[in-house]
């Protein structure tokens, strides 16, 4: 258990060292802080409160769903459904090659490094626990954080398409969390009508066809 207890620590810390040398940051009380190294936290953060008996892979995997996300813009791939496509699998990929690295410097076993890859990569979503799991946390903190500047830039057809296919997505237990988050007025109002189950089961459809990416990236 010491052992383990020291690689899941030494994970853990090989990932913030990365992410902590984002050029990009958020403006905290505490002062700037790198974007993906708030991010990772924020991402603990909120798993530890949705399901705090999550395995260690999972927990790894979270922790480094952005990692050195800024290396990859969205901006290198063309601005259409298939480039937006694209940018996902390979970001995927990426983070699961780069989590791997630190989790074998770290000592991991090849088996549980490819059980974080795996998450990371989102395979088997819905049927896999795990990678749903990741995503559900991965719309919540989207939601909680990172929401209301996403909506100042999209019209609100786009946006209630995007949060309806996103919506799509989640587990059933995700999509509770997400109606009892606290957010502003404005924003709660905007994603009920977005989120709503009944609203969804008519929007689906059309979502599907006109959205052109999904909030929880």
Known sequence: MQADSR???????GFDALNAADPNTEPTPAGP????????????DRLAQFAPEASAAVKLAVRAQHICRWKIPRVDYPMTRAGYLRWRR???AFHAETASKVMRA???AEATIEE????????????NPAAQLLEDIACLVFLEHYFDDFAQKQDEEKLL????????????EGRQAALALDLPAHLSALARKALAPPA???AVG???RSAQHSACK
């Open 7 to 13: 690689r899941f620590r030494c994970a853990i810390e």
């Open 33 to 44: 802080v790198a974007k993906e190294l708030l991010y990772a936290r924020r991402m603990s």
């Open 90 to 92: 390979e970001l995927g």
């Open 106 to 108: 770290c000592g991991y």
């Open 116 to 127: 974080v890859a795996s998450i990371l990569r989102k395979e088997r979503l819905k049927l």
């Open 161 to 172: 398409n995007i949060l309806r296919r996103t919506w799509a997505k989640m587990s059933e």
């Open 200 to 202: 969804t089961r008519q």
């Open 206 to 208: 059309s979502a599907r």
